[in-house]
């Protein structure tokens, strides 16, 4: 898959995903919501297990996917994509892209993200997207040698709960001190277009979008909350 900036630049990417237990988390849903977003000008779309990376990548060969694997472990709060065997997962079941969790906080089993990164480059020649939740985090992924750098994790781990994503605020910063080569992507919280307009001026080389366009549950639920007074 082409991962020029030219194909990429100012593009919408949109996280096609659906909570456990959802009748939407069906791979033929996903697929279909996938390739819906892309028909309709999405110029990449992140996805959630390997079950979803593969059947959008059937369904939609030409796709640029960004993959991911939530897993959740006791010793550890990093879910996305937290360890070897869930990039090797992502990686081998179709992803252009890995994303993977870039904090500072400790993986499950001890394994570390230099090490991860180093492994998911030399073994598997795999993009790595750093998924982050400071200015600081997202500066250490790119010296390690992500190539994508995404606000994702902002306003979600221990040391953000307290703020509320989107981040736009770290994207000049952010874009500022990153290589040009190195994408920045603003993820997490962006709810209308003009918000997606508000972080490619800030310095976002491209916008995720997730649950304002493809969360039908939590819509719905909000929805149905709000007229319930």
């Known amino acids: ?15 096609v995903q659906a909570p456990p237990g959802s009748p939407m988390r069906h791979p033929d849903v996903i697929a279909a919501m996938a390739e819906s977003s892309l028909r309709n000008g999405a110029v990449a779309v992140r996805l959630e297990s390997p079950e979803h990376i593969g059947a959008v990548r059937r369904r939609c060969p030409e796709a640029l996917i960004i993959g991911l694997w939530k897993c959740t472990y006791s010793d550890s709060s990093v879910y996305i994509t937290p360890g070897w065997k869930e990039i090797q997962m992502v990686w081998s079941a179709g992803a252009d892209v890995v994303a993977i ?4 906080r400790s993986r499950p089993g001890g394994e570390k993200l230099d090490d991860l990164i180093k492994r998911a480059h030399a073994e598997l020649r795999a993009p790595v997207m750093a998924d982050i939740d400071s200015v600081e985090n997202g500066l250490r ?33 952010l874009r500022k001190e990153l290589n040009a080569s190195v994408r920045l992507i603003c993820e997490g919280g962006i709810s209308s ?8 001026k800030a310095g976002a080389d491209n916008v995720v979008v997730g649950t304002a366009i493809t969360g039908v549950d939590q819509q719905v639920h909000n929805y149905c909350k709000c007229m319930k007074g």
Request: proline letters at 7%; charged letters at 15%; aromatic letters at 4%.
């Open 141 to 173: 992924a790119a010296d390690l040698g992500c190539e994508w750098v995404g606000t994702t994790l902002y306003g979600y781990t221990e040391a953000t709960s307290e703020q509320n994503p989107p981040g736009l605020e770290l994207l000049p910063l």
């Open 1 to 15: 898959m082409l991962l020029s900036s030219e194909v990429l630049d100012q593009g919408l990417i949109v996280s």
């Open 101 to 104: 969790d870039a904090t500072e």
């Open 193 to 200: 277009p003009s918000e997606a307009q508000s972080a490619l």
